[in-house]
């Protein structure tokens, strides 16, 4: 098992994780597939640096992915803030490897210069409630009935978890 920077030609498993969370209709507000071409660009937005787009392999196969993004389009003042997105492949969920890739990010925000992160999931969405809260994830926010799914109103949660900078050492 390896979490590594996702480079290009992980894509179409990238992708593909991600079309198969939209007809459970729980995890995205897309509402059919998406093509790899539709996501060159959203990959190369990407800089290990600062906002990475991660990869769980496991036996050589992509299990699962995690991003952060800028968050309210990148504007300065929020630098410092960014969203987690997670999607782990069917077969691999429920055993543990969404916290794993969580705590990764967490452990890694101070050094990516991230102190406020927030997640964003629908409220029927037990398994991103779970997975939050149990890291330390609040909601600061509900907004109901934002999005229509097969005809039913569904709301979105806010949630919010603060980690600390790292300190700086003396002399720095
Ligand atoms: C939601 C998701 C990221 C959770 O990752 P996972 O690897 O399946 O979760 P884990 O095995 O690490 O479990 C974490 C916690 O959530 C709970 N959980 C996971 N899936 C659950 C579900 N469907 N219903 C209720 N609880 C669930 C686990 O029991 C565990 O609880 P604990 O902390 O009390 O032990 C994963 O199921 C997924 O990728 N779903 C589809 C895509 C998606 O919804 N992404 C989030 C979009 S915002």
């Known amino acids: 098992m390896n979490i590594r920077d996702a480079q290009e030609f992980d894509l179409p498993a990238i992708v593909a994780i991600y079309n198969a969370a939209i007809p459970t ?20 937005q990407y800089n290990p640096q600062k906002r990475p787009l ?17 968050f309210y389009s990148g504007r300065p003042a929020y630098s410092a803030t960014a969203e987690i997105s997670i999607y782990i492949a069917p077969q691999y969920q429920r055993q543990g490897y969404g916290k794993l890739l969580v705590k990764h990010v967490i452990e890694a925000c101070p050094r990516l210069g991230v102190t406020t992160l927030l997640a964003m999931y629908f409220d029927h969405n037990m398994g991103s ?4 809260e149990s890291l330390g994830f609040q909601s600061a926010g509900h907004l109901s ?28």
């Open 129 to 132: 409630r779970q997975l939050f």
């Open 145 to 172: 009935e934002i999005a229509v799914l097969d005809g039913q109103q569904r709301g979105l949660i806010i949630a919010i978890r603060r980690v600390e900078p790292t300190p700086l050492s003396i002399g720095e």
């Open 54 to 70: 991660w990869v769980l392999e496991i036996d050589q196969k992509i299990a699962a992915w995690i991003n952060l993004t800028s």
């Open 25 to 44: 209709r729980i995890s995205t507000a897309d509402l059919e597939p998406i093509t790899v071409e539709s996501r060159r660009a959203w990959f190369h």
